[in-house]
């Protein structure tokens, strides 16, 4: 019975409120992002660096990290990259970023849930957005990363810490960080407090290039005394 009344408020809110496919405009279901033919068009990555998400050539062993990850590895375990930094991905990403598309941030954010879901994700205890230096979050008015986490952690039920680290200036000189702030400063890029300590850690960006921003806030994370640190991003390029 109550199945029932369900779908039928269901159908009913269908009716009145018919979604569109945000790329091709065809009429889908309420609550649909994509039609079933541009889901399937989506930038996927295939064969990609167990450590860094770099694109690899398929050879059929796979597992192995690439070639800089084993020269050099990063701070973090793993990189899990929902799709390839390439249209139309990287629109939606843009009008995230520079566009003030909030709306995408919950698209993005709930079908990276989705991702990472089918990756085990039972060994995270907080979710942590890259953070914006402040001056650029004034400038924004918000941090894209942040705002695709939310709905992410919202998803997964693991705790959202957009507070424990934190973007400085470049030019400021470690020495003069307040002690008692019990901050650690990296290269002076970022600041993690001790709040993360003995904590497993998913560092989630919208996308990752080179992965020098996250190696060097993974780092800073480490050094705080995360027990460990993963990487999640919309998009690798
Ligand atoms: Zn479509
Ligand atoms: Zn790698």
């Not at 998913?202 to 996250?214: F, K, N, Q, R, Y």
């Amino acid at each position: 019975m109550t199945t029932m009344l369900h779908e039928s408020v269901k159908s009913i809110q269908q009716w009145l409120f018919p979604g569109s496919c945000l790329l091709c405009a065809a009429r889908v279901p309420t609550d649909t992002d994509f039609c079933a033919d541009c889901d399937a068009a989506l930038p996927r990555l295939t064969a990609t660096c167990p450590r860094c998400a770099a694109p690899m050539v398929e050879d059929g062993t796979s597992v192995q990290p690439c070639g800089q990850c084993q020269q050099r590895a990063p701070a973090f375990a793993r990189t899990l990259a929902m799709f390839q930094y390439a249209p139309p991905i990287d629109r939606l990403v843009q009008g995230l970023k520079y566009y003030r598309k909030l709306e995408l941030a919950r698209l993005l954010g709930r079908r990276l849930a989705a991702f990472v879901e089918g990756h085990a994700v039972a060994n995270v205890d907080r979710i942590v957005p890259v953070p914006l230096h402040s001056t650029r979050l004034r400038e924004r008015g918000y941090n894209q990363s942040l705002e695709i986490a939310r709905p992410l952690a919202r998803r997964l039920g693991i705790p959202l810490d957009y507070e424990s680290v934190r973007r400085e200036r470049a030019t400021e000189p470690q020495t003069g960080l307040p002690h008692k702030a019990r901050q650690r400063n990296v290269r002076g890029a970022f600041s993690a407090s001790d709040a993360l300590a003995g904590l497993r850690v998913a560092l989630v960006d919208d996308v990752m290039t080179t992965g020098h921003t996250v190696n060097t806030l993974a780092r800073c994370v480490r050094q705080a005394g995360a027990k460990a640190v993963e990487i999640w991003v919309v998009a690798r390029a």
